[in-house]
C-alpha cells in the first residue's frame, strides 16, 4: 500500500474479481502480535465493470464503514475508500468507543472508518499468472 510514512515491511493486499460471480474479494493480512497473523477478508459488489475498469461497493462487518473499491486498468491503480455510514448508529457509536479505548487513542477508530488506501499495483491482471513459475523448454 502506498504510504510514504509507515516503517517495516510493505502491507500486502490480493485482489480478485469475479465477473461471472458478480464479485470482488479483497483480502489481506496483518501481524500485530509477532507470531500471530490475522487475515482479513472484505467483500464487494460491482455497481460498474467495463474495459475502464471496476468499481464496487460493500459494507464493514460492524455495519459502521461503507467500503468502495475503484479498479482502473489504465494506467493500472487500486484504490479503497472508507466512510463512515452516516448518520451514526448508537451501535457504531458505542463501537468506536470502546475499540478507542482498546487502543488507547480516542478518535482512531473514526480515522480508520476515513481511509483512503492507494494499492500500488505489483502483479498481473490474471491471478494465477505467477503461481508457477514459467517453463523452460527442454
Same mark, same amino acid.
Given at each position: 500500500?502506498d %504510504?510514504?510514512? =509507515? +516503517?517495516?515491511? =510493505?502491507?500486502?493486499?490480493?485482489?480478485?474479481?469475479? =465477473?461471472?460471480?458478480?464479485?470482488?474479494?479483497e483480502? &489481506?493480512?496483518?501481524s +500485530?502480535? /509477532? %507470531?500471530?497473523?490475522?487475515? #482479513? $477478508?472484505e467483500?464487494?459488489k460491482?455497481?460498474? #465493470?467495463d474495459?475502464?475498469?471496476?468499481? +464496487?461497493?460493500?459494507?464493514?462487518?460492524?455495519?459502521?464503514?461503507?467500503e468502495?473499491? @475503484?479498479?482502473?486498468? @489504465?494506467?493500472?491503480?487500486?484504490?479503497? $475508500? %472508507?466512510?463512515?455510514?452516516? /448518520?451514526?448508529?448508537?451501535?457504531?457509536?458505542?463501537?468506536n %468507543?470502546?475499540?478507542d479505548?482498546? =487502543?488507547?487513542?480516542?478518535?482512531?477508530?473514526? @480515522?480508520?472508518?476515513?481511509?483512503? &488506501?492507494?494499492?500500488?499495483?505489483?502483479?498481473?491482471? $490474471?491471478?494465477?499468472q &505467477?503461481?508457477a513459475?514459467?517453463?523452460?523448454?527442454?
Open positions: 500500500m %504510504n510514504p510514512k =509507515a +516503517a517495516g515491511d =510493505a502491507e500486502v493486499a490480493t485482489i480478485l474479481c469475479s =465477473a461471472r460471480e458478480n464479485l470482488c474479494l483480502m &489481506d493480512s496483518t +500485530a502480535v /509477532p %507470531n500471530l497473523e490475522q487475515i #482479513w $477478508i467483500e464487494f460491482p455497481v460498474g #465493470w474495459k475502464e475498469g471496476i468499481s +464496487a461497493e460493500g459494507r464493514s462487518l460492524d455495519g459502521c464503514t461503507d468502495t473499491l @475503484k479498479i482502473r486498468f @489504465k494506467p493500472l491503480s487500486v484504490l479503497i $475508500i %472508507n466512510s463512515p455510514v452516516l /448518520p451514526m448508529s448508537e451501535h457504531c457509536k458505542q463501537y %468507543n470502546s475499540m479505548k482498546l =487502543a488507547g487513542k480516542n478518535g482512531e477508530t473514526l @480515522k480508520g472508518q476515513m481511509e483512503q &488506501d492507494l494499492l500500488v499495483p505489483t502483479r498481473g491482471l $490474471i491471478p494465477f &505467477d503461481s513459475p514459467p517453463r523452460k523448454n527442454r
